[in-house]
């Protein structure tokens, strides 16, 4: 993923007070003209949480809400409630956004969908948040053999393809995929945190290892304290912010994943749980004729996705260019 | 601009442009500026300079950082940004004017007619291309010639920059060829179309003292040999004493002397240039001897001062320097122009100098104390 | 030379560890793996095949068996009345494979065609709107899974307006010469990697107009086009074609599920008939199979990044 563009005349600035050579004051003020009009103006305006983010944060708030809210609004079971009648057909009064190829109403499907997708995405996220960062931070400061060991361990949970390992995971747990008992959420969730484990672990491992070079924490030790105290006081909240951005990238391609690994026959139980993916894999098979069962949960998908994928940029932004100021 | 194919000009450049009179100067340059568009409002980088270059003479450029002299000449050259720079007066190269030329028109002319060496050989060579295609790119694109003789002409080119072995380096990369050989590459990049003018722009800034000499003296030998206008710019007084015909000494976006090297250097007559020149540490002082400096800053180029831009820490100040910008202009012997109101070397410059000293004014113990004794009690 | 044998006991041990992995996957099915392998089979069958694939044995003698088995080609079959039972997994797998490199390929090579002149040329008029409006276009595509895309394009392309095939279900083709079943997936599988691509290549290129070389080829007289393209691009490329080469584990994430959807005869699409029919043994070695390209893939690419670069070929020689 890109990196924010840093002002030129800051870049300028630094290098030169590094390497202590005269920059020409010309140059100096070409350069801070020279990057592009649009930027460099947007740039100078301390850039505000824009409208766009309004929205996303908007989006994520209804969904969140209305997930949270299912059980008293007033919608139709989703899974009891059907009416074979009226399968297939489309948007219609009483019936808002249609029904299914079950004849179940799709507008409570995709509200009642939005649980478990939402507890996966957050859940592993969380669970590997949790998990990852403590041994990336464990690897990142203290290094030697542990940092390598840790370091490996994470290389080899990498060398499967992340879908493959939650498919594999939840393939093998899940045995009985058909059984209409349990939902397997939890199995979903923890392949799912099990996969991103090694990959937020990793990030948090590079991090803390360039924090744990930095002067304070020379400091720190030198004044005697302990290395629990110093991760937990030094650098762990200097490491957080930058994570939280990741971390939110990260719910996103969760989500995503939650969806594939429905379409691969690995997901939540679609006969006791809706969820957004096996919405869409219910609807595979009337794509032709009731298009709408797919489109109306793909754009779920994407405009949570979306609004997350926002989020983490806007939240990177602001605290990258922090740290570039140190 | 897609596939528009170049029409390849044929090896001989002596052409020149078509109504250039033939005593005209190479360059001249009159009333340039050159102002960049901020939020905050125009930086004037180049307020107003004025000069003339002939082909075989060498013109030194010498000023403090942040005195425009680097926008002055990329401005000449026309090498500069596309967005936020406003530009005017004459530039006229051969008589034709080109200061309103935008990068598709001078394009043909960079290279050719005329040529940049910058300052830091390191970032200016690029460093994933061999040092054989850095050389022979501009060759084959202007000159109608085959791959192999562009080859041999690189090699002589190497060559004529003293570079050992040159077959050899033209398979190398810039990171494995010292500072001052990549400086002279850098110098053979600019010589390989036979340009007439030549910006050397702190062409040693960034080399070892040692090696400083050699690449100073290689510039020189290459523009007697080729006949070419040479512009040296530098903060480094060092560096022009002695290589130069003409000097311009520049200060805030703006000439403030102009002389032939030995009168200037004989007898300054504006105080920055005094200055300039008393804060050189020279090999005959004694060990310790306190280092002279201008105190203050250079001028905020956004907000410059009323009056002489000199004037906060001039210490030949009075008045009206103040209040009103001297112009540059011609003393008694026509040839050394300077802006001043108080020259140097003046009836009127030793009475405002004497009165500042007797006033305690900053600029005048920092200026005398050049002349002093080693402090005491340091042997 | 040192760093190329510290990479290559590296990959040995990945290798080691990724088939104990696919293994040991046999081990977290609750309850007896023959029960969902062979659900009809009588008590005699299941014990037959309990003891074939040494279940009963201790953990380590039952992956040295398999591991044996996997390296000398020997990957198992399938079982019951699946595939007409007793078909030999390798038989399937080297049919399939070819399939699956192939879109991997083609995704790969589609997304950068298009990605790197976008990158270059919104770097170059960074800050007009040609670059707003592919910036936003790309953080769209972002944020389009490609199962999306994939149903999307089926129901329009195929569906609706008949251009291309929906799926190649049932049907004997070879991915290279039947290429028009291959469109859509590549399509679905291209479009998010197009945007990373792009927006990657635009920050580098974006940066390196910025460094002193790119004006002294200016000042040489050369155009801008081919400052672009030649002088410009090179250096910025480097961290795409890291990326890329890395990113072919996305890929194969997104191509098992892209072929699912298609019904293209690949390895994912395998995986998923072979799970679907709790074919545990067939799994192990298509997920074994899966790991190790990948892992091969890494490593190849990570060999060609330091000799492709100038600057790290010649400090590793110099040290």
């Known amino acids: 993923m890109p990196e924010p563009l840093p002002s030129p005349a800051e870049e300028l600035a630094t290098e030169e007070a590094r390497e202590g050579l005269p920059v020409d004051a010309g140059t100096r003020e070409i350069a801070a003209v020279v990057a592009v009009p649009g930027v460099t103006a947007a740039r100078r305006r301390k850039k505000p949480f824009g409208i766009g983010a309004w929205f996303a944060l908007g989006w994520l708030v209804f969904v969140i809400g209305i997930a949270l809210l299912a059980p008293i609004l007033p919608l139709k079971d989703p899974i009891n409630w059907s009416d074979p009648a009226l399968k297939l057909q489309g948007p219609q009064w009483g019936h808002l956004l249609g029904l299914d190829q079950g004849g179940h109403d799709m507008l409570s499907l995709l509200v009642w969908g939005a649980r478990p997708s939402l507890v996966i995405g957050f859940g592993s996220i969380a669970i590997g948040f949790v998990v990852g960062g403590t041994f990336g931070l464990i690897a990142g400061y203290f290094r030697g053999f542990i940092g390598e060991l840790l370091g490996g361990l994470f290389d080899i949970m990498l060398a499967i393809p992340a879908v493959i390992l939650a498919l594999a995971i939840v393939a093998a747990t899940s045995a009985s995929v058909t059984e209409n008992t349990g939902s397997h959420i939890t199995n979903v969730t923890i392949a799912l945190a099990i996969v991103s484990v090694p990959i937020l672990g990793r990030i948090t491992r590079a991090s803390a290892l360039s924090w744990s070079d930095r002067e304070f924490v020379l400091a720190a030790r030198a004044q005697g304290a302990s290395h629990f105290r110093i991760l937990w006081r030094e650098i762990l909240p200097n490491v957080l912010p930058a994570m939280f951005s990741i971390a939110v990238l990260g719910i996103a391609v969760a989500i995503v994943a939650e969806g594939a690994l429905a379409i691969l026959g690995a997901g939540v139980n679609a006969a006791s749980t809706p969820s957004w993916g096996n919405i869409i894999v219910g609807g595979q098979s009337s794509l032709s004729d009731a298009g709408y069962i797919v489109i109306e949960a793909s754009i779920a998908i994407f405009l949570t996705v979306l609004s997350l994928n926002h989020l983490g940029d806007a939240l990177r932004a602001r605290f990258d260019v922090q740290e570039a100021r140190i | ?379 | ?319």
Not at chain 3, 231 to 253: E, F, K
Not at chain 3, 264 to 273: I, S
Request: hydrophobic share 45%.
């Open chain 3, 1 to 319: 030379m040192r760093t190329f044998v510290t990479k290559l006991l590296r990959f040995i041990v990945v290798i080691i560890a990724v088939t104990f992995f696919s293994f040991s996957l046999i081990k977290l099915v609750p309850g007896d793996p023959v029960n969902y392998i062979i659900p009809f089979g009588s008590g005699a069958i299941k014990a037959q095949l309990r003891h074939d694939l040494h279940l009963d044995d201790p953990f380590f003698v039952q992956y040295w068996h398999w591991l044996r088995n996997f390296f000398t080609g020997d990957m198992g079959r399938y079982y019951g009345t699946s595939f007409g039972g007793g078909v030999s997994v390798s038989n399937q797998l080297w049919k399939a494979l070819p399939f699956s490199l192939v879109l991997i390929f083609y995704a790969q090579v589609l997304a950068l065609a298009i990605a790197i002149p976008l990158g270059v040329v919104t770097a170059y008029r960074a800050g007009t709107k040609f670059d707003g409006a592919s910036n936003a276009i790309a953080f769209g595509f972002l944020a389009l899974p490609s199962y999306v895309l994939a149903f999307f394009l089926a129901i329009w392309v195929a569906v609706k307006w008949g251009w291309l095939p929906v799926s190649a279900a049932g049907k004997e083709i070879s991915p290279v010469t039947d290429w028009q079943y291959m469109i859509l997936p590549t399509i679905s599988l291209a479009a998010a990697q197009v945007a990373v691509y792009m927006r990657l290549l635009r920050s580098d290129v974006v940066a390196t107009l910025r460094e002193d070389f790119i004006t002294t080829a200016q000042a040489k007289g050369i155009p801008n086009r081919r400052i672009l393209f030649r002088h410009a691009l090179r250096p910025s490329s480097l961290t795409l074609l890291t990326v890329a080469g890395l990113n072919v584990g996305a890929l194969i994430g997104g191509a098992v599920v892209v072929e699912v959807i298609f019904e293209l005869p690949g390895m994912g699409y395998a995986l998923f008939q072979a799970i679907g029919a709790k074919q545990y043994v067939a799994m192990q070695s298509y997920i074994a199979v899966i790991a190790i390209v990948y892992v091969v893939i890494n490593f190849v690419v990570d060999i060609l990044y330091s000799v492709l670069d100038p600057r790290i070929r010649h400090a590793r020689a110099a040290a």
């Open chain 2, 1 to 379: 601009m897609w596939f528009r194919r170049r029409k390849r000009r044929s090896l001989d450049s002596a052409d020149r442009f078509p109504s250039a009179p033939p005593d005209a100067p190479l360059l001249e340059v009159d009333d340039a500026r050159t102002y960049f568009e901020t939020d905050r409002g125009p930086v004037r980088a180049v307020d107003g300079v004025t000069f003339s270059l002939d082909r075989g003479k060498t013109l030194g450029i010498v000023g403090e950082s942040g005195c425009g002299k680097t926008v002055l000449s990329r401005s000449v050259m026309g090498l500069l940004p596309k967005h936020n720079v406003i530009r005017s007066g004459s530039v006229k190269f051969e008589g034709q004017e080109i200061g309103n030329w935008g990068p598709d028109q001078m394009r043909p002319l960079w290279g050719t007619q005329m040529a940049m060496v910058f300052q830091d050989p390191m970032t200016s060579l690029n460093p994933v291309m061999s040092i054989g295609h850095q050389i022979t790119e501009p060759l084959l694109y202007h000159f109608d010639i085959a791959t192999g003789y562009a080859r041999e002409l690189a090699v002589a080119l190497l060559q004529s920059v003293g570079i050992p072995e040159p077959e050899r380096r033209l398979k190398q990369y810039p990171h494995e060829l010292s500072g001052g050989m990549r400086q002279r590459v850098m110098i053979a990049i600019a010589m390989a179309c036979g340009p007439k003018l030549l910006f050397a722009d702190e062409p040693t800034t960034a080399l070892d003292v040692t090696v400083q000499a050699q690449i100073l003296d290689l510039l020189q030998t290459q523009q007697r040999e080729r006949y070419m206008a040479m512009a040296l710019v530098t903060h480094d007084l060092g560096v022009v004493a002695g290589r130069t015909d003409d000097i311009a000494v520049m200060y805030a976006g703006r000439l403030v002397e102009k002389a032939p090297t030995k009168i200037l250097f004989s007898q300054p007559r504006m105080p920055y240039t005094e200055a300039l020149m008393a804060s050189i540490p020279k090999l005959g002082d004694a060990a310790h001897t306190r280092l002279a400096t201008i105190p203050g800053r250079p001028p905020n180029l956004l907000n410059p001062p009323r009056g002489c831009k000199f004037s906060p820490r001039c210490a030949y100040v009075q008045d009206k320097c103040r209040v009103e910008e001297p112009p540059l202009r011609p003393g008694a012997d026509g040839k050394h122009e300077f802006a001043c109101w108080f020259p140097v070397g003046t009836p009127e410059g030793r009475a405002a100098f004497e009165s500042n000293k007797k006033a305690g004014l900053a600029a005048v113990d920092a200026r005398l104390s050049a002349e002093t004794a080693p402090v005491e009690g340091v042997s």
